[in-house]
């Protein structure tokens, strides 16, 4: 069976097997229309399907009568900053994230550089649905321009932030190990650490389009990586994933940082510069709580999604926001998940702190993270959560997403997929063990529901 993921973000496939041609030109067509008239921003990541994609989507737009422009191979933030700083209707941005070689996607955007809201995709959806598309004449198609200048912009406009101090950083001349993926990161990460003064031992930095691993940036998948690090003697290792929205480090020692600290180390580096409050999704660890409360600073939560922290962010006028995944959200520069800004916050960090990458993360309050899902089978997994949500009514619970309950020494996620019978769990404690702990009897106890 074809497989096509439908989602707020957009859509997701198979090359040949779910996202053929004739899919994007549907949806490319019905986002022209949703957005009506304008430019529309495009860009892609590295991977070899991206060049055809890339070629339907922008023939598609201009036979729709939007303007497109071109920004090549680059991050997924960058489509999103461009459209901000050109002031476009939209974007696309093509990418299936930390997918493999064989998946690509349609990130869509809105006039904000962001994600579509719940309710402009509910608009999209209506159109698709009643999909009837009516291209331009020859005479009134839309124009393509080739940006040469968006990746540029983005690292420039990255490292004039007031919050770094650019003399200092160059002056320690940072030793880093840089594994990319061979995705679109490949160029501009080792630039932007070149122009923070740092020596660069570059890894998987190649314009292959091919990912040499699985490219999501688990510690699993990073064991050469890591090992990498320790044998070149570097200060820090740095990690992105394919679209470079993800930014996760490794330590001197050739350790995990682990993903959930990227977004708490720097949580802690802007609440010490301004006032100001966080949000993070349900699913992030509980130590963005703890630092915030030492800067008197407030934590909100959202549903899991950079959408929905991006809407939480700007419903409070956050300062510092994003996921447990490795996505900083710093508004400053713009409401995107961006591993650029992650990279140069962190440099500022560690000049600020004094130490290593490791003494930084034994500076921060330790947590540790499981994960689990359950098949649901037969049963429904929303009834099994509102079964949950009576069993825990006198807990501290949280149902904007799922069911997140807090207790002193622990707390619980249970969500339900879209797309399957699974219900995932994710517990955090004071130790692995704990947390493993915890999560097999919330475990046992959906199975005995």
Known sequence: MPTLMVSI??????????????VIVKYTSAYAEFIGSGSVVVGRDSRISGEMVRSIVCGTLTAKGSNVIDIGICPTP?????????????????????????????????????????DENVKLQEIIKNFNPIYKT????????????????HKKDVLALPILNLEAIRKRNFKVLLDCVNGAGYTVIPQLLRDLGCTVIERNCESTGVFPRLPEPLPENLIDTMNAVKENNVDLGVVVDPDVDRL????EKGDPFIEENTIAHITKLVLSKSSGSAVVNLSTTRAVDDIAASFASKVYRSAVGEANVVKKMQETGAIIGGEGSGGVIYP??????????GVALTLQHLIEFGGTLSELKASLPQYFIAKKKIETGSKDPAQLLTILEKRYAGEKINT??????????????????????????????????????????????????
């Open 332 to 341: 400053t520069l713009h409401y995107g998940r961006d591993a650029l800004v």
């Open 248 to 251: 996760v480090l490794i330590t």
């Open 400 to 449: 904007e997403d799922g069911i997140r309950i807090d207790f002193p020494d622990h707390w619980v996620h249970f969500r339900k997929s879209n797309t399957e019978p699974i219900i995932r769990v994710i517990t955090e404690a004071g130790t692995q063990e704990k947390a493993e702990e915890y999560i097999q009897k919330y475990f046992a106890e959906l199975n005995s529901l």
């Open 9 to 22: 973000s957009g859509i997701r496939g198979l090359i040949g097997d779910g996202l053929e041609p004739e």
């Open 78 to 118: 960058t489509v999103q900053y461009t459209v901000k700083t050109l002031n476009a209707q939209g974007g696309i941005a093509i990418s299936a994230s930390h997918n493999p070689n064989e998946w690509n996607a349609l990130k869509l955007l809105n006039a904000t550089g962001q994600f579509m809201t719940p």
């Open 138 to 153: 020859w005479d009134k198609l839309g124009t393509y321009t080739l940006y040469k200048e968006g990746l540029e912009r």
